[in-house]
């Protein structure tokens, strides 16, 4: 997604107990680091690793970035968009979709549907 | 030339005159070298503020992630082609008047491309990591991204200080043997060791001349791909305002634009200050202006392009852009016009003008006004009107990048006035060079050149 760097410009402090929402899996970024969103590439590496030791492929579904987990809404999905098959790859090729700045030839990851949609019911 | 009353001076009274300077520091040289000390201890208390408590002291904000010090850094590196298209292009022209300029311009480079590089460690969020960007195997796992400008940026400045020193060292050879000569105690050793054994034999001054001319002739497209490369930072994003191909030729005439203006109040300052009024005539001012003239119109020329290429485009984002820049920012934007084009296109076509001392220094400190708000007229309002409407956001400059910028003006001065009190600020041996080649001997009713050779 665009715009969403973020720039460490103070040194953060997380008072018990606000350290609860720090993810165990990631560094917490100090002052000067610049962040953006990674699409959870802690929880993608965690999903491979554990379905390499099972011997199986990720299933559609089982990889749930913190945004799309959260969102009371169930506005954001996540998948392969290389399997055809998941729910991401569909949508993703839905008459409402867009993209943001292609023109640009930025080739983002992030599609984006317009209103009026059926998906849900 | 028929104006050059140095052909009458005897080598020693040469000698003497342009090595004036050289003599132990009186009092307003140690009040000049304290008051830009304080100035300079100022900027690193405020740097060093800003590296203790977060780059909050700074006025970037999102989206504005660059300000004044990456207008400061683009501007440092502009001012350091002066001594490159100085002193390289005119010696390779074989042009007579520029003797007197080449030593102060080349070191002007070597400065001014030493305060630039300081910039980008200044302008980074952890500047103690700096040494990430350096490729040797380490334990971190990390390799420097060679697909990044900042890196090619790091490289080519690397190179370029070293080629401008290198430069600026090898035209000083000879220069530093007479002063050799002339000295004792400390500074004998120092220029001593300097001067690498330098005896002045024909076989020395035939090296020496190849070496110049083979140098000049490389450190120009060293300078070319610098100012490119600092070009590529901006160009290979897709911010709009910045997406333009036109960006590495524009700011390489931007930088001769400012280094030639630069060169020009150097000259002016140290004609003053050394009494070296008969050595930078009216007539170096003229062909300074001229060159000045030269520049302006191209860098007039390249603006307009720039924007009438926008205009035409009518590319929704980019004329955005540009409406933002022209609104909000008008006065600067005058400004810059006044002193980048209308001032020296105007001024520099009359010769009364151009022979001037006044005029000159004033016109040539207003084009780098001009360029110091061109510089930032690129790079602030295309980062505060990007390609997404909802980060759109203003910048202005906190005290901290200002106190930065004015202590890396006073580094310049200082290390230019170090130098001036420690190195002949007049390329000696070219000055001389000039007085042997015009001396004649006189046979029967007729004077010949008593140097037989290719000019």
Redesign the interface.
Known sequence: P??V???????HEWPKPLDNQLSPDITVR?????EKCSFCIQRIRRAKEEATGEGRLIKDGEVQPACAQTCPAEAMVFGNLADPRSRVSRLSRSPRRFK??EH?G?HPSVFYLKGGGREHV | MSENPVTAKSAKQINDELLSSLGPPTLRWYLLAFFLGVVVAWGLAMFIWQMTH???VTG????V?WGFYITGFVFWVGLSHSGTMVSSILRLSRANWRRPILRAAEAMTVFCITVAGMFPLIH????WTFYYMIPYPNQRGLWPNFRSPLLWDMTAITVYIIGSSLFLFLGLLPDLAVARDRSSGWRQKVYAVLAMGWRGTSHEWSVYRKASTLMAALIIPVAVSVHSIVAWDFAVT?VPGW?STIFPPYFVIGAILSGVAAVITLMVIIRKAFHLEEYLTPLHFDNMGKLLLVISLLWSYAYFVEVQTTWYAHEPIEWEVFSFMSGRYTTQLLIMLTGNCLLPIICMCFKRLRRSIGVMLVVSLLVNVGMFIERFLIIVPSLSH???P??WGSYSPSWVEISVNLAALAGFALLFTLFAKFFPIMALSDVRELEARQSGVPLGRTRLPSIAGEE
Not at chain 1, 30 to 34: A, E, L
């Open positions: 665009y715009a760097r973020v720039f460490n410009f103070y040194p100090s002052r000067g680091v610049m943001l700045l640009l930025t | 977060g780059m909050y970037k904000n999102r989206p992630m980074l969020g952890r500047n897709v997406h990007k390609n997404m909802f980060v």
